[in-house]
């Protein structure tokens, strides 16, 4: 068997004399002991009970097992050697110190302290009748069942059968924590053992008065990567994390300026699926965290190369500072993974320390998410409807649903406070499909009563479209519904469509088979482009309000619309302006010959019995100029 095969016992030995020292050597190492030395033959009547004939010594060493012993020549020597041992993540799995080691610190005193430095390791305290009573040292270093006690003489068996007992036990006792206490994936501490550890830094930094920070790491869109590459990459993934994290902390720059810091206190921890914590303690200011973070972030942002992939990740880093965001450990825990769902909110990639006002937005936030649960199921939601005109006109040439939702409490709710939170929790799903089953239906209903309502359109969340049955959904309500497939019109903003441009091309033209109408909306604020969009089937654009608001002010805004407006033409693409407000921005549409606009100017969003009105006057007004018609139909 090999030496790698074999399993390697680190082993502390402390004494004062030399010869001693000499024989523990013989004893333990692998080298054949037939020859053997003229110190180890005299010392062999003060060790030993019998003498050792060259045959039994051959015997001594074992096949399956390495000793690697570290010999020491005092107390003091021993406590150090433990220190360092710790700190090279190579720790001691047995020691045996000597009782008596003139003129220093006994053997006593040095097991009290490496117990204090290592609760694993197992001491053996060798000595001779007439030193202390063995009950007496388990209660002078405990545990007591981690306290062997070796009587002189001894036979050199019982020192090898000894240690290889003992570091059975040893061993057997590091799986049990290991398993207990330390992610099976990564190997880092897990949440349990991330708790204590932080308590104890919490204790160190009250003590010794001293700032702590907690950061609190999320992977952003991992999930994608374990839905799209599997569970094994994520893994892969979630393992190569964990080292760059390592190693980006490997300075320690977070570390109390102790004498001698124990890596044994580890600073990172697994919280489970993508979740990460740092420990900092003993920092100098905030900054110190934010360099940490910084220093995190630029490291795992590097690309990742995962089995015929390459990857490139980005951290989100919540910071929570002891003892201005809190004393205790569920209290930074919470406010750091605050700090960390703000951070996501700036955008991919950053970091954020806990500010107090979080706290109300994020009441508020759990608040909404709660009412919103059953919203549908209640009845919460409604539907109104905001008009387009054809510019050139004056006429009704669509309606765009939009959705509302009342809640007795909360009162009426903006969309863009609730929406995101129901595209985050998954509610969104079932909350499109019913907008856009109740949609067709009223646009139905005013067509069938003979209403001027060309066009219905919808807007469709990012997860309803990356459905792969979400075509067949839209096939069922049109069927189910009974309008016609001309009338609806599916609004998709176009950071959706550029998100997966392969599945955007093959659902854009399931959908048009249908024979619906398509529209991006949303266009000039993301990174299409049309040479892109000729790849799509659509029929319309809808240019960002953000360019309406600035339109007449902004030379650069005013090109761009023009110029969206212009290539749309030349492709036969229709295009919708949003966010009309005055009529210099109508005059710069008609002068340009935008198809359409929308926005306060014309009408605010109708709830259904209002949105009917306007359509029968729409239906009513026939005659005059466009404007004239438009003055009509808004008043």
């Known amino acids: 068997m090999t030496d790698t095969k074999r399993l390697a016992i680190r082993v502390l030995i402390a004494d004062d004399e030399p010869e001693v020292r000499d024989a523990y050597r013989q004893i333990l190492m692998e080298a054949d002991m037939s020859g053997e030395t003229a110190v180890f033959r005299n010392l062999r009547e003060r060790l ?18 390495v000793f690697v012993p570290y010999f020491c020549d005092g107390a003091e020597a021993a406590v150090a050697a433990v220190r360092d041992a710790i700190a090279a993540d190579d720790p001691f799995a047995v020691a045996f110190l000597d009782m008596r080691m003139p003129p220093g610190p006994d053997g006593v005193w040095a097991a009290a302290r490496i117990r204090e430095l290592d609760p694993a390791i197992e001491i ?91 950061l609190y790491l999320d992977l952003d869109n991992f999930k994608r990567v374990n839905d799209t590459l599997g569970h094994a990459v994520g893994d892969e993934l979630l393992c190569l994390v964990a080292a760059r994290m390592r190693h980006s902390l490997r300075a320690d720059e977070g570390a109390a300026a102790d004498e001698h810091p124990s890596p044994r206190n580890n600073h990172i921890a697994r919280l489970g699926g993508d979740e990460f914590i740092v420990i900092l303690p003993g920092i100098h200011s905030p900054s110190d965290a934010a360099t940490v973070a910084g220093r995190l972030i630029a490291e795992l942002q590097q690309p990742m190369h995962l089995a015929l992939n390459t990857l490139v990740i980005t951290p989100s880093i919540g910071i929570a500072l002891y003892p201005s965001d809190g004393t205790d450990v569920d209290t930074l825990l919470r406010n750091a993974d605050l700090a960390m769902y703000f951070a996501k909110r700036k955008g991919p990639g950053m ?72 595209e985050e929790t ?19 209903a005013w067509h069938d009563e003979g209403l001027p309502v060309a066009r219905m359109a919808v807007n469709v969340s990012g997860q309803q479209f990356a459905l792969k049955e979400f075509p067949q959904t839209v096939a069922s309500i049109i069927q189910e519904t009974g309008i016609a497939p001309s009338m609806l019109e599916l609004e998709i903003t176009e950071s959706v469509v550029m998100k997966d441009e392969a599945w955007a091309e093959q659902a854009l033209a399931q959908l048009k088979e249908l024979g619906i109408l398509l529209a991006i909306d949303d266009f000039g604020t993301g990174y299409s482009s049309f040479g892109r969009l000729r790849h799509f089937a659509v029929d319309r654009l809808k240019i960002d309000q953000s360019f309406m608001t600035s339109l007449v002010d902004c030379s650069d805004d005013r090109a761009i619309a023009a110029a969206i407006i212009a290539m749309s033409r030349s492709l036969r693409i229709s295009v919708t302006a949003e966010g009309v407000e005055n009529f210099p921005q109508l005059l710069f549409l008609q002068e340009h010959a935008c198809q359409e606009a929308q926005g306060f100017l014309f009408s605010r969003a109708l709830p259904a019995a209002d949105a009917h009105n306007l359509l029968r006057r729409a239906a009513e007004t026939n005659a005059g100029t466009r404007t004239q018609r438009l003055r009509a139909l808004i008043g």
């Open 426 to 444: 998954g509610l969104i799903l079932s909350i499109g499909e019913w907008v856009l089953r109740t949609a067709c239906r009223q646009a139905k």
């Open 48 to 65: 030993f009970t019998k003498p050792i004939a060259d045959q039994t010594v051959k015997k001594l060493s074992a096949r399956n097992t």
């Open 351 to 422: 970091h954020a320390f806990f500010d107090a006002a979080m706290n109300e937005a994020a009441l508020h936030r759990f608040t909404l998410e709660a009412k919103l649960r059953g919203a549908l199921e209640r009845g919460e939601f409604s539907l109104h409807y905001q008009p387009q005109f054809d510019v050139s006109t004056g006429s009704v040439s669509g309606m765009e649903a939009l959705l509302r939702w009342k809640h007795e409490e909360l009162g009426n709710v903006p969309p863009a406070e609730f929406v995101p939170i129901a």
């Open 124 to 214: 053996v305290l060798c000595t001779a009748y007439s030193d202390v009573d063995p009950a007496d040292m388990g209660s002078l270093v405990p545990p007591e069942e981690k306290l062997s006690y070796l009587q002189k003489p001894f036979h050199p068996h019982e020192i090898r059968q000894m240690t290889i007992s003992l570091a059975s036990k040893w061993r057997a006792e590091h799986r049990i924590v290991k398993l207990a206490y330390f992610d099976a994936l990564t190997g880092l501490p897990n949440r349990e053992q991330s708790r204590n550890r932080l308590a104890s830094a919490l204790a160190a930094a009250q003590q010794h008065q001293r700032l702590l920070a907690v």
